[in-house]
């Protein structure tokens, strides 16, 4: 991803009104007797997202333009922030550093890849978090908060490295809050700008789709 990627955020006035989330993929048969098989062809996600809008000023315009542009369609990558899921925890809430567990110490593992899980009572599903939001990310091992030099986050793949002499005990459980961003590319090769009103306009439909590692 990295030689295609921009380490650049769509911006997020830019994306006010976005709308999309998770697609998932899944083969149903029918059976002759009435009852149907179910299997899933992807294991996770692929998040889709318009970020059209309606109307927008000249200036906004023209801002979404260049950041295609400077994109080259759909060539590179970019950051974009969902409206909805975008952190550890609900959206009104704060990460805190118990959120997530994202691993268990053996005495020599240092290095732990950001996770995030939605689970019920039924069922579960857990997602890696490559993209997170530099300054954002918190750390506990077993509960007990983890002073930022005590470890590394690596902003572009998303793993928490342990410095020396903090790598988690036997058994010690790690867990972590942060932000993060879904490492997106336009879906299209065209932008379409309606200039409907006097230095004023829109741009119906901007497709994003998320890049899978």
Known sequence: MADGFHEVRFPLRLALGASGGPVRRTDIVDLSNGRETRNRRWQDARRR???GSGLRSIDDLYAVVAFFEARAGQLYGFRFRDPVDFQSCAPGATPAPGDQVIGTGDGTRCAFQLVKTYADASGATRREITKPVAGSVVVAVNGTVKAATSF???????????????????GAVVTAGFAFDVPVRFDTDRIEVDLSRFKAGS???????????
């Open 49 to 51: 997202y318009d970020a």
């Open 152 to 170: 590394a986050v690596n902003t572009i793949t998303g793993m928490v490295t342990f410095q020396p002499g903090h790598v988690p005990a036997v």
């Open 203 to 213: 741009i119906p439909s901007v497709p994003l789709v998320e890049i899978r590692p």
